[in-house]
């Protein structure tokens, strides 16, 4: 009998297939243990989170709160859209912007179809919970641009539905939603609402598209040095911002939820949890069955 050894972290960076087997075979099984992979028909309008790179034939599946600004900005740079040699010199907003960028459902049906069989398709995945809680932290906490856009959106909202004692300073700023409003919100009024908090199931249709490499935040950096070599992409340093350390602070915010909570907000992204293999072990000691 031969015993083979697991698999080492150095062995991963060195051998990057062997741990993307393993997630490809982890799609494909939960995809048809939740009854997933029978959904094949193929609405194009909902292809408008797939970036198009005609230049290395590269299709970007992009997702918020999942390193999506880097890579728009490494986009930019693969398309012709941007020379930085900094990428990080280009301005997050220029990223964003509709302008520098090719969707796939831009495009007709036909070329469609035919990029999907050709191109490289890669999306990047987060455990559901850091990744709404990064989504929470930088929407409602962060004194950003951005933030008072959400908060006067979305924060007045849920501080008048979900806070009754809220004083009219509150109702005005919606600037200090807690993060259990924010649950409280999500859990009445739905994981869709916003593309910073939908599921990737839903935004990127991971049992409907054949993707070529599905990375992990976790393993941000080694995963996209495979993509760009797989695609032929010129020699880039991936940029890297502020770690926000939200892994770290799961516990310390999740500790404001009943396990009730935790519970019905795990199912809104079941499917999120079972499809990219993760769990709660690290939130709660126990994964939920």
Known sequence: MITVAPLTAADIGKYPWFEQISRQEQLTLSCDNMGLSHIKELHFSKLNH???????????????????????RVMMLLTGQSNATN????PADLAHANANSLRLSEFPKEEITQMLKEYTL??????PFERLLSAYRNKFSDNLTSSKYFQERYGRQIIKKYRPTATD????????????????FLLNEGVTTNEHWTPIYNLCLPCTLNYTFIGHYETLLEDAKTILDMVGAPPLVFPVTR??????????????????????????YLADFKLFGYGLEDLLGYDLA
């Open 169 to 184: 300073n509150d109702l005005n700023s919606g600037a200090n939603v807690s993060f259990s409003e924010f649950i409280s």
């Open 243 to 268: 770690a926000g350390h939200t892994r770290d602070k799961l516990r310390e915010y999740f500790q404001e939820l009943s396990i009730f909570t935790i519970q019905h907000l795990y199912k809104m």
């Open 122 to 127: 890669f999306l990047i995945v987060r455990h």
């Open 87 to 90: 990428l990080m010199n280009i």
């Open 50 to 72: 797939i970036l198009v790179d005609h230049n290395h034939k590269l299709l970007y599946c992009y997702v918020p709160k999942v390193a999506c600004t880097n890579w728009k």
